[in-house]
């Protein structure tokens, strides 16, 4: 049994210590929003916040984690209650299959959490390890752009 | 007479030709002829003077139903990330004067809902759209001639909201008592009770998505996330590349690893089932190495598939005709345009949950069409219609086939393993960049002439291509399926007829042109499997259709948007260059020479949405880096049913095409595929998404729903060449143009 916090739960996790986190959370504990994307850390579908830090959970060993906090977008709102940039992702619809957009949404939170008020061209740089295949992209961008200049409720 | 004759398949001009030549042809070409008689999606034409849909699902109760338990619609469309779930709700609900809340929306699952075929080529609102409008409309007259005889006052005293109907004397009868008295299982009418568009309360708005807020907080959503009691994880195990055959497999090792169920070898297909998805992913690893293969057949290479493509064995077909001046005795413009194989390359592999129970295969899919899936999954199965159930459940984009089909038929060859047992399969990265069918490579040859005013007077374009078009119409057509050990055979291909064209797709320009002779050479013999993608051969048909008329406006001194104009009839068609010039700011006056503009027009198809874009972009000569800058868009998709909705769409088409059109490419050698992940095959990143992209709609308050899924991919991909061009001082005419020179290898 490996121990493992997530979203401020403690978990007891039976899976083999050289278990993708990724498979962990989805099938271990049943989380959705973490994605299996390329497997490779190649696309950031999988991407998830560890200890304050955006990592590819597809390619983070579950025995790598130790102490360290998962934030998993389930950590962040929920449906009735979401979080300010969950909320703007629905305002602004940024979304088309949405299959990328957990993985988009919590490298932004990562961002965010560091740097409250990044400019454009640093939010530009943080995303770049996340790919979007419907392209969209200006709204991902605009979403995250709303949070970062503070104006959302 | 040319050498190609024999070959030429006439069967489009068929209303010129007597009944033996009919004979003659239907023994050469008997699939495109038969294709009239179902449409281009693949569903039985019942009804033809019936709108939409309703054509090949006639009765009203096959798409609405009313009791008690509420109001239930049924489409047969499905929701690729396209927002297609949310705007049937906008038109079923408009058109039954209710809250969309108040509907249960019913998507393609083979036991519920109509058979409306692929939900494809920018069809779901023109034939899916139009078949709910109607059908609802025609049930809610209904409904109120109903009420109108329990109540006795005329329907012109009733009003009917959210599933009531009240006469102007207060009393009311509910849609569920209503009903009662009426029959909806009866043919639809070929027109619907008139409805003043002006007062649509829902069509029209930007409903939010409904799928989107579980989608950003951890909902299941997809088929990835479906997680049934007992359900076993599986992974297959395909050749290195089509046509290898399987030499030896010791399985003994991997049947002992942890968690390993089953493994299934049948013929080439191999498969393993594990109570893990992990341990599953560790066992199919562990089969990979221990699998021995033939060589595979050599590939033509990257350099050498246009040159293959020319000299393979091709069926000609005349796209168009016709000679009406005489031929122009100006120099001759002429050029080649090429594009490489493409990759639909979802970011989601394709996953599919199947199960045998009580005889039936029911199989949870993200496939384009549970219903011709469902005939090729029980032809492969070896068992009648009725025991394989198709349910659509959302997965990743697919834009078009890919591996959706085919990992359908791998869940439901490992469930037939183990009867009972749910078991999910998803496929890994490099199967899904392999194994899906590619959007074909292409080659086009143009030559075009203007007459002494400076108007466009002659015309001849020839294009190659392998099929755009292999979908499920067989067992054949499911890649797992070859690979048993009793094989099944693809049905042979078939191109798209017009007027929606395949390879041919938008081959024939919308200008006004005298003399004009557009062909299509088919390959059917291929290097790799290919089939539909967005737009199919529009996307470089567009492309080479756009640049000629560019270059031809410059070489007679003028400019391109007005030479397009002046070359239109439409006036649908110019309002749309207009807007775009206009919000654009066209003509562009930029001073950098390192930047520049270009613009392309097109009608998608010739048939639906109009789409005009002007883009600028930017070439950095110390990085040797391209960038769309700026796109100023507008489109006519008819009645807009939902803005935002058509509006990301189309952002989406912009920056999707402009990837395709920059940078991507299937890369391969003789003897292997290199792009089997996302550093083999680079798609568009957040460094080079542009700084801009507007969108104008041009509504059209009560005509037809056009669809807007796919009409940017041809003309953004021409805009973006001609404005790198202009920066470059040179047309570029070889796609992916960042592949080839003056910027990448040649």
């Known amino acids: ?153 | 007479m040319t050498r190609h004759d024999d070959r030429v398949d006439i069967s489009r001009r068929a209303f010129i030709v007597n009944g033996a030549l009919v004979v003659a042809f239907a023994t050469m070409a008997p699939a495109r002829l038969l294709a009239q008689k179902v449409d281009t999606l693949g569903t039985v034409i019942l009804a033809p003077n019936l709108p939409g849909s309703l054509k090949s699902n006639p009765f009203l109760d096959a798409w609405i139903k009313i009791d008690d338990s509420g109001i239930t619609v049924c489409t047969g469309k499905v929701e690729l990330g396209t927002g297609v779930r949310t705007a049937m709700l906008q038109i079923a609900a408009e058109q039954l004067s209710v809250r969309p809340a108040l509907i249960t929306l019913v998507t393609a699952d083979t036991a519920r809902t109509p058979d409306e075929g692929y939900t494809a080529g920018s069809h779901s609102m023109a034939d899916g759209g139009t078949a709910l409008f109607n059908a609802a409309a025609q049930v809610r007259f209904l409904l109120l001639t109903a009420a109108s005889s329990r109540l006795g006052v005329p329907v012109s005293r009733l009003t009917a909201k959210d599933g009531e109907i009240r006469a102007d004397d207060g009393r009311k009868v509910t849609y569920a008592e209503a009903v009662k008295d009426i029959q909806l299982h009866r043919q639809a009418d070929a027109t619907s009770p008139a409805v003043d568009p002006k007062t649509f309360t829902l069509i029209g708005t930007s409903l939010p998505r409904v799928d989107i807020p579980g989608k950003v907080t951890g909902g299941a959503a997809y088929v990835q996330d479906m997680r049934l009691p007992g359900m076993l994880h599986a992974r297959v195990v395909r050749p290195p590349l089509p046509g290898a055959r399987l030499k030896q497999l010791d399985v003994t090792a991997v049947e002992k690893l942890p968690g390993v169920v089953r493994v299934v070898v049948d013929g080439d297909f191999i498969g393993v089932l594990a109570d893990d998805e992990w341990r599953a992913i560790v066992a199919a690893r562990a089969l990979t190495r221990a699998a021995g293969w033939t060589a595979a057949p050599a590939l033509p290479g990257y350099a050498g598939i246009h040159a293959a493509l020319r000299t393979l064995p091709a069926k000609v077909y005349p796209t168009a005709s016709r000679s009406t001046a005489p031929v122009s005795t100006k120099p001759a413009f002429t050029c080649t345009h090429t594009k490489q194989y493409v990759q639909h390359g979802s970011i989601g592999p394709s996953c599919a949950v199947a199960q045998l129970a009580d005889g039936t295969m029911t199989v949870w899919t993200h496939t384009q069409g549970v219903y011709p899936l469902r005939g090729g999954l029980a032809e492969m199965l070896g068992v009648p219609l009725d025991k394989v159930h198709c349910i659509h459940v959302e997965g990743s984009g697919c834009y078009g086939h890919n591996g959706a089909d085919d990992v359908a038929a791998d869940a439901a060859l490992l469930a037939r393993a183990v009867p009972g047992q749910p078991v999910r399969v998803q496929w890994m990265r490099d199967q899904e960049q392999l194994w899906e069918p590619y959007g074909p490579a292409m080659a086009t040859d143009l030559k075009a002439t203007l007459d002494d005013a400076g108007n466009l007077r002659d015309w001849n374009f020839a294009l190659w291509s392998t099929p755009h078009n292999e979908r499920i119409v067989n067992a054949g057509r499911l890649a797992p399926a070859t690979l048993l050990a009793k094989p099944f055979v693809s049905a042979p291909p078939v191109p798209i007829p017009n007027p929606e064209g395949d390879a041919d797709r938008n081959a024939v320009p919308p200008y006004r042109i005298p003399n004009l002779d557009v062909t299509m050479n088919f390959v059917p013999e291929m290097p790799f499997r290919t089939s539909a993608m967005r737009s199919l051969g529009a996307h470089i048909n567009v492309v080479s259709i756009e640049t000629t008329v560019d270059e031809l406006a410059r070489s007679v001194g003028q400019d391109p948007v007005d030479f397009r104009i002046r070359h239109l009839d439409d006036p649908r068609a110019v309002e749309v260059i207009r807007t775009a010039a206009r919000e654009f700011g066209w003509p562009y006056r930029g001073t950098d020479d390192r930047k520049a503009a270009g613009f392309a027009f097109s009608r998608y198809k010739n048939i639906m949405g109009y789409f005009a874009i002007a883009v600028e972009v930017a070439y950095d000569p110390d990085t040797n880096a391209v960038r769309l800058l700026r796109a100023v868009a507008a489109i006519d998709c008819g009645q807009i049913v939902n803005p935002d909705g058509a509006r990301n769409q189309i952002e989406g088409g912009i920056l999707q095409s402009t990837s395709w059109t920059l940078y991507e490419a299937v890369d391969f050698d003789e003897i292997q595929v290199h792009s089997n992940d996302w550093s083999g095959y680079p798609i568009m990143r957040f460094s080079q998404v542009p700084d801009e992209v507007s969108v104008h709609i041009v509504d059209r308050p009560g005509l037809p729903f056009l669809g807007a899924a796919e009409i940017a991919q041809g003309p953004t991909a021409a805009a973006v060449t001609i404005a790198l061009s202009r920066v470059m001082g040179s047309p570029l005419r070889d796609l992916p143009l960042m592949r080839h020179a003056p910027f990448g290898r040649t």
């Open chain 1, 1 to 153: 049994m490996i121990e493992l916090r997530v979203n401020g739960v403690l978990h007891q996790v039976e899976a083999g210590p050289e278990t993708p986190l990724l498979y962990v959370l989805r099938n271990d504990l049943r989380m959705n929003g973490a994605k299996f994307g390329c497997g490779m850390g190649q696309c950031g579908a999988c991407t998830v916040i560890v200890q304050g830090k955006p990592v590819f959970s597809c390619v983070t060993p579950l025995s790598s984690i130790g102490a360290r906090e998962v934030v998993t977008i389930e950590g962040l709102g929920t449906l009735a209650h979401p979080s300010p940039l969950q909320a703007s992702f629905i305002a602004h619809q940024a979304a088309q299959c949405g299959y990328c957009i957990s993985g988009m949404i919590m490298r932004a939170q990562a961002l965010l959490a560091a740097n409250p008020h990044p400019d454009e061209a640093t939010i530009r740089e943080h995303m770049e390890p996340n790919l979007c295949r419907c392209g969209t992209h200006m709204r991902i961008l605009a979403a995250i752009r709303v949070v970062a200049a503070g104006e959302h409720a």
